[in-house]
Every structure is written in C-alpha cells, then in structure tokens.
C-alpha cells in the first residue's frame, strides 16, 4: 500500500490530463464544435464562436454552464446556448442566464425571500442545502423574468450612470452590471439574423431576387421618375431591418470578400446586408449564417453540419491562419487548462500535507510530480495564450494572476528537487491554486485575451519590465507562504523540528534575496520605460509607489537579518508582511482609480483584500506568542538552558 496509493493518485492526477487534452467531440447530431470554432471580430481580434460564448456567460453569470437546481442542464455547452440565444431566442428566453445577487436589484425585479427560496424534492439535497453545499436560494433568473422590468431597470441605470463610479454604492454597480448584461445578450440575438424574423434565409433570399429592381425603383422615385412603389417599400422595410442589425451588436461576423481590398475589414451582419444594395447580390456569408440559422430553428442536422462544413471550407481559402488559430483557441477553450491545474494542486495540497504525517518519501514524491505535472499544464496554458495573443505572458491582470502561480511554483519545484520535504509542494499547490482561483474571477469580466491599451502596446517592454517585476511578485507571495508554513507547522503541529525549521529559514532567505533582485530590476526597468512613454522616469503615481514599496520591504528584511535585529521566527513574520505589500502594489493600487497606471481593471475586489490582510496581520500576531505556546517545542521534555536558548532565539 505504501508504494500502490502514491502511484495510484500520481495516475489519477495523469488521467485528468489525458480527458482534458481529448478532441472535443460532438454528442448529438449536430457539428456544434465546428459551429464554435468559425471565427469572428470582436473587441480588436479574430477568435472562435466558442469563446464568444464562453466569455459572455462568464460575464452574464459567472460560469459556462446554463442549468437550474431545480431543472438541471438546459444545454450541452456554451456554444449550444449561443446558438438558441442567436436562432431561437424564444427558448433562450427561459433559461435561467443572468445572475442577480444584490436584494435591492432583487427587490426591483420583484423576487421576494419566499420566491428565492430554493424548495428541493429530496430530503438528502435539502439536507445539503442547509449544510451550503448545495444553493438555498435562486440568484440566476431568464430574459423572461426581467422583460416585465426593463423600463425599471433602464431607469435606475441611467441615475446610477449619472454617479461618479468611485462614488457609487452596491446597489447602483450592480444595477449598471445588469443592464450591461442585459445590453450584451441583445447584441448577441441581433448578431445573426433579425429576431422575430422566422424565416430569415427566405427573406434574404427573395431581397437577392429582387434587390436589382428594387434599388433601380429607389433610383426612379428619387429622380422623380416612374417606379414601382410595392419594391420601394420592399427596398426601405428591407433597409432599416439591416440597419437595426448593423447598429445593435459589436460582433463582426462576415469576412470581406475576396475581391475586398481591405481583408481585415470584417463587417456584422447588417453591414454585410448594406452592401448588397450597392453591389447588387447578397454576401454569400450571410446567406451561410442565415442557412445555418434555418437548419438550427428546424432542427434538420445535415443542412446545418454541410453549411458549416462548406462555409469552413471557404473560409481556409483565405483566412487559413486566422482559422488555424481559431481551431485552436476553441480546443484550448475545451480543454480548461487552467482548470485542471487547480484540480492537480489541489490533491497535491492533501498528498503533501499526508507526506508529513506518513510515507513522507514516497508521498512527498506523489505530491511533487502532481505539482510539476500541474506546472506543465499551466505551461503550456500560458504558451498558447502567448501564440493567440502575439504577447508576452503578462497583459492585464488576469495574466498576471496565471504568471505570478506559475512563478512561485517553478521556484518551489526547484526549492524541492533539493531539499525533498514536501514543503515546495504544498507552498507550490497553496499558490498555484489561489492565484489560478483569482484568474477564474477575474474572468468575468468578459475576454482574458483583450487588446492592449495603447500605452502598454509595447511587446519589449512587457517583456522584460512587467516580466521581471511579476516575477518579483511571485518570489515575494512565495517567501511568505512558506513562512506561513513555518508557523503553522511551529503552532499547530509536532512536526516543524530544527531540520525543517532550519530548512525553511533558508528556503525564505534565498527566496527573498531572489525576489529584492526581481523587484528592483523590474522597477528600474519601468521607470526606463515610464521615461520613454510619459517624458519622466518616476512620478510617485500610486503603482510606482506600490513597486517601490516591495524592494524597499525586502530590502528591510535582508538588513535586518544580516544586522542580527531578527532570528528565524522574526524573518518569518517579515515574510508574511511581505504577502501584504505585495498584494496591495498588485490590485490595491489599480482600486484607487487615480494615477497613470490605474487601467480601471478591478474596483470590486476591496472586501476581499481587505480579508486577505487581516487573515496575513492574524498569522504574523501568531509570531509573538511565547515559544513554549509551539506545539514543536513542547514535546522537548526539559532542555537543557542552553538547548532552550537556541529554540528562543533561532525559533
């Protein structure tokens, strides 16, 4: 057994990799994957269906999936939600797809306690329920359940708008949230087709019969001349449903023609329409999508899976590398590998912690390659974002989250390959799974892979400043992680003796030497750059203050270890000092709203970095308890003065 359970879980944490990195494959009739992964134009760049889907749900609802306690699963995948919201909106109109959190929003829609209370079935889900496990109460609701409210709605977004954003309560973001929520899932059902239009491919198809001598008649009545006034009206009705879909989305559907000069000048739907009265025939795209349209409200699978398959053709003609990266944005989208590297950390968080109470060899060397198997996924995760995006790994901060993870756990694989205590492995998995949780909310804020700000489209420097300084991050979290380690290990167990506490000195004296090297270079660095964008190397703006104040503070650390004014215990409470510095120059900063380098990437975030701080001031006042209160040292039975010196001192 001492031997089989590690492989086991070492296979386990195998096995996961494998089903992720499997094809998605399609589990009815209809080719759904080849639907999400044609490409698009949205927000400055080419991506597949499937993320459109995916990023809007994480933005509507803070997940991919559409499902009710109470009714289960509504649709397979993102991509089968977009396809209803687009096709058949009157059944995406009942899914429970916007979520609502605030009582106040609650209240205007008029969903009391007793309408929110979640009534289940069975006794045991009930049970559960009570317990948190499962939702007691409904915070997603359907288009159907807001469209009685919508005047309501629109008029308290547009009093809240009215308020500076620093200035606005709870109530009023929150109402702003989902009236943009409620704008976004408007401009995805006039992405395609004209809603309320059955059937929108026949009415494409008689406008391309008829648009000759109809715009021919337009011309005669505006010359005064003798016309058809039947195909005038046609041409006009015709005309302003297109301009209605050309205005209401953002999403540029139709690739230029191959005769377009421009082959980057991507149009909507409407757009595309508007053309036709100039060149006299329908873009042979929108008739695609509009077929597809027509096979997906008839529920016939092989008209709709031959359109994809001859649109998809098409499109290799002239865009094969745009579809190449699409194909793989919507497989990497599938595979969640971000996802699966918090799942590996999490079961090497546990086989490390079991390391140390039992098998510390062979569990300890379960929980590090379950790690290092966990940091090749995000490797690779990280490596594909860079291809997509034409970037270095750090953008915005939803990739910084991903790198400063992937940072602190390659330095622990290093720190365990020497010293083989499981300490690397639990530091690695407490990191790599918090900063990856971080990521996951960042993200819904909508598209990971966004378009650079002017200011920082600069792909040398995001290369070696911001590169640099998040590394520096990522030592700095580390250093005081293992702290934490050392005093949890020193107060709540036996097992921190003086090999593994000096072990863990060292471990945060190397990783905090790393870090001042990190922090200071990438500092220097952004100043160099800050000169060249603004005319000025340093200006005090809150984010310079925020990077400044992390050399600064592991400077501190290193003099006042090498001054002898700190022993281990002191070191590690420093340490730990260090998780809030550094926490406050990455998102605190980016809070205040104020200064060069606040992008406006986060103003939501301040309750839990508050609770971040107070946990980190918590563990440091653990520091000052009196040795004799460590568990470790307890055990000691009567040291000798000079043994008991070296534990208060060193310890």
Same mark, same amino acid.
């Given at each position: 057994?001492?031997?089989?359970?590690?492989?086991?879980?070492?296979?386990?944490?195998?096995?996961?990799?494998?089903?992720?990195? $499997?094809?998605?494959?399609?589990?009815?009739?209809?080719?759904?994957?080849? %639907?999400?992964?044609?490409?698009?134009?949205?927000?400055?760049?080419?991506?597949?269906?499937?993320?459109?889907?995916?990023?809007?749900?994480?933005?509507?609802?803070?997940?991919?999936?559409?499902?009710?306690?109470?009714?289960?699963? *509504?649709?397979?995948?993102?991509?089968?939600?977009?396809?209803?919201?687009?096709?058949?909106?009157?059944?995406?109109?009942?899914?429970?797809?916007?979520?609502?959190?605030?009582?106040?929003?609650?209240?205007?829609? +008029?969903? &009391?306690?007793?309408?929110?209370?979640?009534?289940?079935?069975?006794?045991?889900?009930?049970?559960?329920?009570?317990?948190?496990?499962?939702?007691?109460?409904?915070?997603?609701?359907?288009?159907?359940?807001?469209?009685?409210?919508?005047?309501?709605?629109?008029?308290?977004?547009?009093?809240?708008?009215?308020?500076?954003?620093?200035?606005?309560?709870?109530?009023?973001?929150?109402?702003?949230?989902?009236?943009?929520?409620?704008?976004?899932?408007?401009?995805?059902?006039?992405?395609?087709?004209?809603?309320?239009? =059955?059937?929108?491919?026949?009415?494409?198809?008689?406008?391309?019969?008829?648009?000759?001598?109809?715009?021919?008649?337009?011309?005669?009545?505006?010359?005064?001349?003798?016309?058809?006034?039947?195909?005038?009206?046609?041409?006009?009705?015709?005309?302003?449903? %297109?301009?209605?879909? @050309?205005?209401?989305?953002?999403?540029?559907?139709?690739?230029?023609?191959?005769?377009?000069?421009?082959?980057?000048?991507?149009?909507?739907?409407?757009?595309?329409?508007?053309?036709?009265?100039?060149?006299?025939?329908?873009?042979?795209?929108?008739?695609?999508?509009?077929?597809?349209?027509?096979?997906?409200?008839?529920?016939?699978?092989?008209?709709?899976?031959?359109?994809?398959?001859?649109?998809?053709?098409?499109?290799?003609?002239?865009?094969?590398?745009?579809? $190449?990266?699409?194909?793989?944005?919507?497989?990497?989208?599938?595979?969640?590998?971000?996802?699966?590297?918090?799942?590996?950390?999490?079961?090497? *968080?546990?086989? +490390?912690?079991?390391?140390?109470?039992?098998?510390? @060899?062979?569990?300890?060397?379960?929980?590090?390659?379950?790690?290092?198997?966990?940091?090749?996924?995000? &490797?690779?995760?990280?490596?594909?974002? /860079?291809?997509?995006?034409?970037?270095?790994?750090?953008?915005?901060?939803?990739?910084?989250?991903?790198?400063?993870?992937?940072?602190?756990?390659?330095?622990?694989?290093?720190?365990?390959?020497?010293?083989?205590?499981?300490?690397?492995?639990?530091?690695?998995?407490?990191?790599?799974?918090?900063?990856?949780?971080?990521?996951?909310?960042?993200?819904?804020?909508?598209?990971?892979?966004?378009?650079?700000?002017?200011?920082?489209?600069?792909?040398?420097?995001?290369?070696?400043?911001?590169?640099?300084?998040?590394?520096?991050?990522?030592?700095?979290?580390?250093?005081?992680?293992? !702290?934490?380690?050392?005093?949890?290990?020193?107060?709540? &167990?036996?097992?921190?003796?003086?090999?593994?506490?000096?072990?863990?000195?060292?471990?945060?004296?190397?990783?905090?030497?790393? @870090?001042?090297?990190?922090?200071?270079?990438?500092?220097?660095? +952004?100043?160099?750059?800050?000169?060249?964008?603004?005319?000025?190397?340093?200006?005090?703006?809150?984010?310079?203050?925020?990077?400044?104040?992390?050399?600064?503070?592991?400077?501190?650390?290193?003099?006042?270890?090498?001054?002898?004014?700190?022993?281990?215990?002191?070191?590690?409470?420093? !340490?730990?000092?260090?998780?809030?510095?550094?926490?406050?120059?990455?998102?605190?900063?980016? /809070?205040?709203?104020?200064?060069?380098?606040?992008?406006?990437?986060?103003?939501?975030? %301040?309750?839990?970095?508050?609770? %971040?701080?107070?946990?980190?001031?918590?563990?440091?006042?653990?520091?000052?308890?009196?040795?004799?209160?460590?568990?470790?040292?307890?055990?000691?039975?009567?040291?000798? =003065?000079?043994?008991?010196?070296?534990?208060?001192?060193?310890?």
């Amino acid at each position: 057994m001492k031997k089989i359970i590690p492989l086991l879980i070492v296979l386990l944490g195998v096995a996961l990799v494998a089903k992720a990195l $499997r094809p998605p494959r399609n589990s009815g009739e209809f080719d759904l994957v080849g %639907f999400g992964q044609l490409p698009v134009l949205a927000n400055g760049r080419i991506k597949p269906l499937d993320t459109v889907a995916r990023s809007s749900l994480l933005q509507l609802q803070g997940r991919q999936r559409v499902s009710s306690p109470t009714e289960g699963t *509504f649709v397979e995948s993102p991509t089968e939600w977009l396809l209803d919201v687009a096709f058949r909106p009157e059944k995406a109109d009942t899914y429970p797809t916007f979520a609502i959190d605030h009582p106040d929003v609650l209240a205007l829609i +008029g969903k &009391t306690e007793a309408d929110l209370k979640i009534n289940y079935t069975s006794g045991l889900k009930q049970f559960f329920a009570v317990l948190g496990f499962l939702p007691g109460h409904h915070r997603r609701f359907s288009f159907n359940d807001l469209k009685p409210h919508l005047g309501l709605i629109q008029d308290q977004a547009r009093l809240a708008d009215q308020v500076e954003a620093t200035a606005r309560n709870a109530f009023q973001r929150g109402i702003l949230q989902l009236y943009a929520n409620l704008h976004q899932y408007q401009r995805l059902r006039h992405s395609f087709v004209m809603p309320g239009r =059955p059937d929108f491919l026949g009415d494409l198809l008689r406008f391309q019969d008829q648009v000759a001598a109809g715009v021919a008649a337009v011309r005669a009545k505006q010359a005064g001349e003798p016309h058809d006034e039947a195909a005038v009206k046609a041409m006009t009705d015709m005309g302003e449903m %297109f301009i209605v879909l @050309a205005e209401t989305t953002n999403l540029l559907v139709v690739p230029p023609e191959p005769s377009a000069e421009d082959q980057a000048a991507w149009k909507p739907m409407g757009g595309a329409l508007l053309d036709s009265f100039r060149t006299g025939r329908v873009d042979s795209s929108a008739l695609a999508y509009a077929g597809i349209a027509h096979a997906w409200v008839n529920q016939r699978s092989e008209p709709f899976n031959k359109i994809i398959e001859l649109f998809r053709a098409d499109l290799a003609k002239r865009f094969s590398p745009e579809l $190449r990266k699409s194909d793989a944005e919507a497989r990497f989208n599938a595979a969640e590998p971000f996802y699966v590297s918090m799942t590996l950390y999490a079961l090497a *968080f546990f086989t +490390g912690i079991f390391a140390w109470l039992m098998w510390p @060899a062979t569990l300890g060397r379960a929980a590090f390659w379950l790690v290092a198997l966990s940091w090749i996924i995000s &490797t690779i995760g990280i490596g594909t974002r /860079m291809w997509l995006e034409g970037r270095p790994p750090v953008t915005n901060l939803y990739s910084s989250a991903l790198f400063v993870g992937w940072g602190a756990a390659g330095l622990c694989l290093i720190l365990e390959a020497f010293y083989k205590n499981a300490i690397g492995s639990v530091a690695a998995s407490v990191i790599g799974f918090a900063t990856l949780l971080i990521a996951h909310h960042l993200s819904l804020q909508g598209d990971t892979l966004e378009m650079m700000r002017a200011v920082l489209d600069s792909n040398f420097w995001l290369a070696t400043h911001v590169v640099v300084v998040t590394a520096g991050y990522s030592a700095t979290f580390l250093a005081g992680f293992l !702290a934490i380690i050392y005093i949890f290990r020193g107060i709540f &167990t036996r097992s921190l003796d003086r090999v593994t506490a000096d072990s863990l000195a060292r471990m945060v004296y190397g990783i905090i030497c790393f @870090a001042t090297l990190f922090s200071f270079v990438g500092t220097v660095l +952004g100043g160099i750059w800050a000169d060249q964008s603004w005319g000025r190397f340093w200006g005090w703006d809150p984010k310079e203050n925020g990077a400044l104040l992390i050399v600064m503070w592991n400077a501190l650390i290193l003099h006042a270890r090498w001054g002898g004014m700190i022993k281990q215990r002191g070191l590690m409470a420093m !340490a730990v000092f260090g998780n809030v510095v550094t926490s406050w120059s990455w998102f605190g900063t980016n /809070m205040l709203g104020v200064g060069l380098h606040s992008y406006g990437f986060t103003d939501s975030a %301040f309750m839990a970095l508050s609770g %971040f701080v107070a946990s980190q001031l918590a563990i440091i006042g653990l520091t000052r308890l009196p040795l004799e209160k460590w568990r470790s040292f307890r055990h000691v039975p009567n040291p000798p =003065p000079a043994r008991l010196e070296t534990l208060t001192v060193e310890g």
